[in-house]
């Protein structure tokens, strides 16, 4: 990533420092420079480039040599030519950078208190372009043009703003308004005082950012809080939370080095951390789990409205369940005029949706449960050139990818494809990529899920060739690419739902691996799911189909005992339902196994939101001691591995009801499957030689799961890969898909 980052002024600047000439250029295959001067100098500059770069390049690789000297006197920036620059990488948009935030604070500067302050080193990117190659004329700041200072420094190599297309100031630039619910403008002094004022007094606020709208309120102010989840009918499911700067991040939540280096970093992502005991911070922003979602401020206004108000702001994405973020003002008033009571917007207009990036810190590095603002959409290098593909992802979290050379363009978050807006979003998403990475692939992947909504999109694309990927297998081979391998593997992919070869719903899967095809050596052997996708939302049914697997006619008693079955709940029936199989269908699922564990430790009979039961059950296990492992068992039938866990769920009902503390059962439960994985993919080992194992799937966003099942795999001399730059999440299924479509096709 050397264009569109301020290196060519860089060079420059680094070329004038050691007395050098020669120019730079940028070109499609990267920057290219050219240094005349003695060769101490020359090294010098070599040195400087590379220890020294600006902060948003990524330098890959250098290569360089001798050419004749041209009695050059002078250094210069050479204008590339149209081709190279269709080819220049889109950056992702980045937090406003320390010098930009001094001046915006500095009272004699002519940018004080400018929220649209940026330069060569921060602001938007990708989601002011309307077109490519990524100049102000493509972007939506074309219709602010620019005042002759700042111009000047537009046009000048050793000035910061050089070349920065959204450079603006208060003369020239964008500029804020503050709205009322039904969109008239609110009289009064300024926007960002106004709305100060109104978030400390419990108000709604839609604060339009750089990919979206948030939905704002003061986090300290229960009511405020609990109101704002009555309005968005988001009865449980936490909230992000925005802070002012890290010393305030201090004060809520426990950080680490790592930490507190991944919330200051260019990129600004959430952060799921520990909370502090005793923080002022309204419980129902984060109900039921030991963890907050926090990030600092990225953009001028946020920093404004944070530097002398509410120390800590709730900032949830401004939208409907399962709609994609607003990104228009009229959109926003129209959209969410039911939940915000004020709009802070601007006249800037947002191009492309961006979500915020969500990480969690895992083993001292990023560990991705979100990859989108501040990521995307810089590619992904991997280790071989493939074929051009286009790859449609999943049906949940979803994201698009392009595969263009060694290049993986992968798309910033687009989410469930189950509305109409959600699934327009995909289209517009599919334009935007293809643009970014200049291709028109002849060859699109998919899930192999006849029902998902990206799989018809497929199939309704002419004139491209056809290649659907297993579910479980893009998660496989998404991980093998995040962590540049090839060759077999043993594949451990483990979440809640993906349409298996058989036309069952598979989800605890033991895969041999390359990236063109698999063989299924193993997976948790099959049990029901009673009344189908209602035992997603209700992990009882799930607890009740396993104990009585195991336990038959005791399952009943047990389940008297744990209170587990709601009230009101047809019991005769349901069990009726079970013994006909009727509204039953085979799974092999690991999400459901952690649904079921949590319905039986206690923790819920209903969820409101995916992985809830689990994730508080994970809550409570980092308190937990682990003792020793619980019930599992293996067996072998028709050439696979079966991994049996319902002997697990009665352990964990029978030690309950003998008054074992639950937090020590969630955490021995988490033990026991990490030993159960090491033990399958151990005897899938013996059986091929196969030394390298893989990990992918939603399950290994649970970090004590992760964490323990790497240590249990290498304590038996495995070598481990997991995921580091995407998702293990549906969020990284497009990649798969594309890395094993091109590799069909090589």
Request: hydrophobic share 40%; aromatic share 6%; charged share 25%.
């Amino acid at each position: 990533m050397v264009q569109g980052v301020g290196f060519r002024p860089f060079i420059y600047r680094t070329a004038k420092l050691h007395n050098l000439a020669g120019l730079v250029q940028n070109r499609s295959d990267g920057v290219r420079v050219e240094v005349e001067g003695p060769a101490h100098r020359i090294e010098a500059f070599l040195s400087n480039v590379l220890e020294n770069p600006p902060p948003l390049a990524r330098i890959s690789s250098v290569t360089s040599g001798e050419i004749a000297c041209r009695g050059e006197v002078d250094f210069s920036i050479i204008e590339s030519d149209a081709l190279t620059q269709a080819d220049v990488h889109i950056s992702p948009d980045i937090a406003t950078c320390g010098e930009c935030v001094k001046e915006l604070f500095d009272p004699g500067d002519r940018r004080y208190r400018y929220p649209f302050i940026n330069c060569t080193n921060c602001g938007p990117r990708l989601t002011i372009i309307s077109d490519v190659p990524y100049d102000r004329s493509r972007t939506s700041m074309s219709r602010f043009p620019l005042c002759s200072l700042c111009r000047k420094e537009y046009e000048n190599p050793l000035d910061r703003r050089f070349h920065a297309e959204p450079n603006a100031c208060p003369e020239c630039g964008p500029r804020l308004q503050l709205l009322q619910s039904d969109g008239s403008e609110l009289p009064g002094g300024d926007p960002v005082t106004e709305a100060v004022r109104l978030l400390r007094e419990g108000m709604v606020v839609a604060v339009k950012g750089i990919g979206g709208f948030h939905l704002a309120v003061n986090a300290a102010n229960g009511d405020a809080v609990e109101r704002l989840r009555i309005k968005k009918n988001r009865e449980e499911k936490p909230f992000a939370l925005m802070v002012r700067d890290i010393e305030s991040a201090g004060r809520i939540a426990l950080l680490d080095d790592e930490e507190k280096k991944l919330l200051q970093s260019p990129e600004r992502p959430i952060l799921l951390v520990r909370k502090k005991p005793g923080a002022v911070i309204s419980p129902a922003v984060s109900p039921g789990l030991t963890t907050f979602g926090i990030m600092l401020p990225y953009t001028p206004l946020h920093h404004l409205l944070l530097n002398k108000g509410c120390e800590v702001l709730v900032m949830t994405s401004a939208n409907e369940i399962d709609e994609p973020i607003c990104i228009g003002n009229n959109e926003a008033v129209k959209r969410l005029s039911s939940i915000a009571d004020y709009f802070l917007v601007h006249n800037r207009d947002i191009l492309v949706r961006c979500d915020d990036s969500v990480a969690v810190s895992v083993m001292n590095a990023p560990y991705f449960f979100r990859r989108s603002r501040g990521y995307a959409p810089a590619p992904l290098l991997l280790h071989r050139s493939y074929p051009a593909v286009l790859a449609l992802g999943a049906h949940l979290k979803a994201t698009v990818c392009v595969l263009r050379d060694s290049h993986a363009f992968l798309s910033p978050h687009i989410g469930d494809l189950s509305t109409p807006q959600a699934r327009d979003f995909l289209h517009e998403t599919v334009t935007l990529m293809r643009r970014i990475a200049a291709s028109e692939p002849g060859v699109v992947a998919c899930d192999l899920h006849p029902d998902y909504y990206s799989t018809r999109a497929a199939f309704d694309m002419e004139g491209v060739e056809l290649l659907r990927v297993q579910h479980h297998h893009a998660h496989v081979v998404s991980c093998m690419a995040d962590n540049g391998i090839t060759g077999r593997v043993i594949g451990l992919a483990m979440d809640g739902t993906g349409y298996g070869e058989d036309g069952t719903v598979w989800g605890g899967e033991f895969l041999i691996a390359d990236e063109c095809a698999f063989t299924r050596a193993g997976h948790i052997h099959t049990f029901i799911l009673p009344g189908g996708e209602a035992a997603i939302r209700e992990p009882w049914r799930v607890a009740m189909a396993l104990l009585r697997e195991h336990c038959g006619d005791e399952a009943q008693a047990l389940a008297s005992k744990l209170a587990l079955i709601p009230d009101g709940v047809d019991i005769e029936f349901f069990n009726e339902i079970m013994r006909k199989k009727v509204l039953c269908p085979a799974t092999s699922s690991m999400g459901r196994i952690f649904d079921a564990a949590a319905a039986v430790l206690g923790f819920r009979s209903v969820v409101n939101f995916e992985a809830q039961a689990a994730m508080e059950m994970e809550a409570a296990a980092e308190s937990g001691e682990c003792g020793h492992a619980l019930s599992h068992e293996v067996m072998k039938g028709n050439g696979a591995y079966q991994l049996h866990l319902a002997p697990l769920i009665a352990a964990l009902a029978h030690d309950r009801l003998e008054g074992v503390r639950i937090p020590d059962l969630a955490r021995a439960f988490h033990r026991t499957i990490a030993e159960a994985l090491a033990d399958v993919a151990g005897r899938i080992r013996i059986d091929t030689g196969l030394d390298r194992a893989v990990l992918s799937g939603g399950c290994f966003q649970n970090r004590i799961l992760l964490r323990d099942t790497v240590e249990c795999l290498r304590k038996n001399k495995f070598k481990v890969f997991y995921h580091r730059r995407v998702p293990a999440n549906d969020g990284g299924i497009a990649l798969g898909q594309a890395v094993s479509a091109g590799a069909r096709k090589l």
